[in-house]
């Protein structure tokens, strides 16, 4: 029998430079295959291809054994690939049924039938599990509800592959479940699915098999290891990765960041917790707990009646980001693509954006440090990228990211507020990351960070904190507490 779709020797290069370097791949009907690899790796790019949004330079596709040409994304639609992309492609000014619609609306009489979308958009949400409004927009999402809205659309068409490309990177594990009972409904109509992650636990979880991706080369394909992804991880960064959870010798001090009863309407209730120098203290919770909005809160982004936030002790004046920033706060946002780069700047600028002291002599801007200093996180986090002074909208996904994470990285403050730290960061770069993390906190300041990533939470922080529906309902020691026990808590509460 011959596989669904076979990739042979593709190769694509960008203004001379190759991204692609006869890679292949190898999907059968109704399989659920993994596509892993660093961010620039090319996998992005691969897929594109498949979908017919992106044209190969070289190389041959073949659908159930047969060449196809796949020169538009309509020649992708005819044979039944669909793709859920990266950066997410939804009209945000729409509501969640126009969005799913958007291009297939019903009609009566040549009219579109917005009635008939609102009652067979609701019907669809339910039967996918999928806890959304069809009559909200868009807009007023989270970006994981958004991403729930993208997946439901791409499972609504009839398709024989669906390309998701890190559909998982701003779920919550509540959310992943949901994603993975989608992804089995489709395999069971037959429909075999290529899942873009670098989250391997969760590959694991649904995947039978798996291709490599470095630098553009195909480098091992196999069936998905349940448990030891060590080899898997070797292929993808050409190294052994030492302590994935580096160890830190930080000393605990005095409190840095005290909040107390802090309340948002609708978001959360009387919120009071520490956090001391050298502490690094996780926020874990379900998505829409309201962790992201006590962060926010904190940060002068919704600003909350009355001082609610001190900083060593003082009052902290928060009403806006400027005054939280010159109150020694660092928030790095969830959504980092809206809040956090500018993507026609060169990535030099971008990293210095929020310290431009640090680069200014005499008042003038000193280019050369600038460059260095990019160049810098350039090596420290591997961002793949042509030079210090391309344009940020240039790179990768995972690459953008890591330019805001390098700018904020390079700020100084006294309290580091952290988002999803590492979403849609590659496995070499997360422990860099978790690296900094732990230097941050060494240098005597505060860190919390939110992470639906539990292992994570697990091996990066001293102390974490759960938020059930707007509440804290747990301060635990990190050391004393298990996995299970924050799940509890996050769901059921105290
Ligand atoms: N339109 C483009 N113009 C120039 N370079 C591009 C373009 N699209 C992609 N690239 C480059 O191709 C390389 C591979 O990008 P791709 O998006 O395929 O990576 P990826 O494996 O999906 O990474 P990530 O894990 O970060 O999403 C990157 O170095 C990127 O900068
Ligand atoms: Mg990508």
Redesign the pocket.
């Known amino acids: 029998m011959c596989p669904l779709v076979t990739l042979r020797g593709i190769s694509k290069s960008?203004?001379g430079i190759p991204?692609l370097r006869g890679a292949q791949l190898a999907v059968e009907a109704g399989e659920i295959h993994g596509l892993v690899?660093?961010?620039?790796?090319?996998?992005?790019?691969?897929m594109k291809i498949l979908a017919g949004e992106t044209r190969r330079d070289r190389g041959e596709i073949l659908w159930e054994g047969e060449p196809v040409r796949l020169a538009s994304r309509a020649d992708a639609e005819c044979l039944g690939i669909t793709m859920i992309h990266?950066e997410l492609n939804l009209a945000p000014h729409l509501t969640v049924a126009e969005n799913l619609f958007l291009g297939h609306e019903p009609t009566v009489r040549g009219v579109i039938d917005r009635a008939r979308e609102r009652t067979e958009a609701r019907a669809y949400l339910e039967e996918l599990g999928f806890d959304l409004h069809p009559e909200t927009p868009v807009r007023q999402l989270s970006p994981a509800r958004r991403q729930l809205v993208e997946i439901a659309r791409a499972a609504m068409r009839t398709a024989r592959l669906v390309i998701m490309d890190?559909p998982t990177s701003s779920l919550s594990a509540k959310e992943v479940a949901e994603l993975f009972r989608v992804v089995r409904l489709l395999q069971s109509r037959g429909t075999a699915v290529i899942f873009v992650t670098?989250r391997l636990d969760e590959l694991a979880e649904v995947a039978s098999r798996v291709t490599v991706?470095r630098d553009g080369r195909t480098v091992h394909e196999g069936s998905m290891p349940r448990l030891d992804y060590s080899h898997l991880i070797r292929a993808m960064v050409g190294r052994e990765l030492a302590d994935f959870y580096p160890e830190r010798a930080a000393k605990i001090g005095g409190v840095v960041l005290r909040v107390e009863k802090l309340s948002h309407q609708g978001n959360f209730q009387e919120v009071s917790f520490e956090v001391r120098s050298g502490e690094i203290v996780g926020l874990a919770g379900l998505v829409g707990a309201g962790r992201t909005e006590l962060l926010e809160a904190i940060f002068g982004i919704r600003s909350p009646e009355g001082v609610k936030v001190y900083v060593d002790g003082s009052p902290a004046r928060v009403c806006t980001p400027q005054d939280a920033i010159r109150q020694g706060l660092a928030l790095l946002t969830e959504d980092r693509k809206r809040t956090g780069l500018a993507p026609h700047l060169p990535i030099a600028q971008n990293i210095t954006l929020a310290n431009l002291r640090a680069v200014t002599r005499k008042g003038l801007l000193d280019l050369r440090k600038e460059r260095q200093i990019a160049e810098s996180y350039l090596e420290l986090l591997r961002i793949?990228?042509q030079s210090a002074t391309q344009m940020v909208g240039?790179?990768?996904?995972?690459?953008q990211q890591k330019v805001v994470l390098a700018k904020w990285l390079f700020t100084r403050a006294r309290v580091f507020l952290v988002d999803e730290p590492t979403r849609g960061v590659?496995v070499g770069a997360k422990t860099e990351v978790y690296r900094h993390l732990n230097k941050l906190a060494e240098s005597g300041a505060a860190v919390l960070m939110v992470s639906s990533e539990l292992p994570e939470i697990m091996g990066m922080t001293d102390r974490v904190l759960v938020m059930r529906r707007g509440r804290l309902v747990a301060n635990l020691v990190t050391r004393q507490a298990s996995q299970e026990e924050i799940i509890r808590y996050a769901t059921l509460g105290e």
């Open positions: 960008y203004a991204v690899g660093e961010n620039g790796a090319g996998k992005s790019t691969l990266q890190e670098h991706l793949r990228a240039r790179l990768s996904g995972g690459n590659d």
